[in-house]
């Protein structure tokens, strides 16, 4: 008769999960005892970057990914990047070691006095087995709940003297759905209402991103000759951003936002919330007069919408049908402006920058623009500079599917670790396209650790920092909000290169565009992972 870990660990053959990553403590050895062969552990050295790794891991993949943290503490420890991770609609499995349940009745020193609650709001669902016979089964359904729309984490507790139990009949494997279809009758009423309309505007998010969903977007977009706006925020780009009918990214403020489509009659919000907003800048919601139509996977994001519409259902095929229920326009396609600064949400510190001068030191967007020049044309770009982040897009428009990824919390300590696990999705998928993360210092500093996951799983990932020595981003949002003299906006003295060699990888300081190239050029050529930090002039955004 087999027991609750050999039933387990042949559960996850079946579902394909065979890579755990983790950061391993008493509580979680027992599981991870004798670990088989055909299976792999990545190891991160703090719990918010394992969490992050597995997410960019999960989305390249496409497919749920399974993490282990070391009880409360570990679990606690992975809060931010599980709140980005929720955010960002990735199926994890996340799991904890328990203490003994003898003792549970004590709270035994590293317990884990809630285990349903600890991770709430960030998980779908959480569970601590009631019987050791239980855990196969709770993993089983743990993963049909992460999958299922809207996707997200999940959390098993699971006691450490579990394990060795006889299991007399292992779960059985299942399979699950993960679209559901839109209702034919309410989606026959949206097409109605875009066949009459006269200006209507298309806002898609980063669901049809995720249900890979780029060339039935172009056809829908195509067949109503209508412009195409990212939904503020967006962490997956919904839509190549070379297309004629692409217009950008929304303002991220409410009162912006509702400004930037006056004109529209009729605007469709398809796979983003109705709104995402951060910060609060006055105004309607929508403009006078216009009708909003809002298609999400998520009914919680449905009931919360303030203003239009709802339909229920699968982004993408919700667009395939609307596609042929909706009528070609007779009428030329709309002329649309396409924003300098793409799916950024405001402006860019710089409108418009000559060439830089091969031996000058360089603003943020003369670095992006020799980044991209520099870089092969089919890299996968990470991005966690919010101070310039609008530069970045300025430079570098996504062109491709599944080429850019961020995150959708704004909780900084994702971009590093992300970028790892995406880095060994390239691998182990053979797509082997380089991936380049750009951070700035201060990010940098949440999840710096993640360099030694990349060194040992011998990552070529190169991660560029804009070195500004200072929170600009802050200092932005201290100007918009009218308050001055706000401490501790300066960090000045980091090091990201010298950061980076003290967890193995390579680290350069590279100060000019000839200087970046040339490092570039070292980077793609090696096995593990390069810092380049490149100084930067310190500018502050304008967010409106």
Known sequence: MPTVREATYQLLRDLGLTTIFGNPGSTEETFLQNFPDDFRFVLGLHEASVVAAADGYAQAMRSPALVNVHTAAGAANAMGTLLSAAQNRTPLIVTAGQQTREMLLLDPWLANAEPHTILKPYVKWAYQPV?????????????????????????????????????????????????????????????????????????????????????????????????????????????????????????????????????????????????????????????????????????????????????????VLAIETLTTMVPARSTQAATVVRQGHGMAPHPPIEPEIDDPVDDAEMSARALFRVLRRAAPDDTVLVEESPSNLADLHAEWPITEPDSFYTFASGALGWDLPASVGIALAERDSGRGRP????????????????????????????????????????????????????????????????????????????????????????AWGRSGPTVIEVPVDPAVPDLT
């Not at 729309?149 to 699971?158: D, E, K």
């Not at 009729?266 to 216009?290: K, N, Q, S």
């Open 435 to 522: 991936v380049l993360a750009v951070i700035g210092d201060g990010s940098m500093q949440y999840s710096v650790q993640a360099l030694y996951t990349a060194v040992r799983q011998e990552l070529p990932v190169v991660v560029v920092v804009p070195t500004n020595g200072e929170y600009a981003i802050l200092k932005a949002f201290g100007k918009l909000e009218d308050s001055p003299g706000v401490p501790g906006l300066d960090i000045p003295g980091i090091s990201p290169a010298l950061l980076a060699q003290g967890y193995g990888a390579v680290g350069v300081v590279a100060r000019t565009p000839a200087e970046v190239r040339a490092a570039l050029a070292d």
């Open 131 to 315: 019987r050791p016979q239980d855990v196969p089964g709770a993993f089983m359904r743990a993963y049909a709940t992460a999958l299922q729309p809207p996707a997200g984490p999940v959390f098993l507790s699971l006691p450490l003297d579990d394990w060795d139990a006889s299991c007399p009949e292992p779960a059985a494997v299942r399979s699950v759905a993960s679209r559901v279809g839109p209702d034919p009758a309410r989606l026959a009423e949206f097409a109605g209402a875009l066949a009459t309309a006269r200006h209507p505007a298309l806002v898609l998010g980063s669901d049809v991103a995720r249900g890979d969903g780029w060339r039935e977007a172009v056809a829908l977009a195509e067949r109503l000759g209508a412009p195409v706006w990212a939904a503020p925020s967006s962490e997956r780009p919904p839509f190549p951003e070379d297309h004629p009918l692409y217009a950008g990214g929304l303002p991220f403020a409410q009162g912006l936002l509702s400004e930037r489509l006056i004109g529209h009659d009729l605007i469709i919000v398809i796979g983003a919330p109705v709104f995402r907003y951060y910060p609060w800048v006055p105004g309607r919601y929508i403009p006078e007069g216009a009708r909003l139509l809002h298609i999400t996977s998520d009914p919680d994001e449905s009931a919360r919408a303030p203003v239009g519409d709802s339909l229920v259902g699968d982004a």
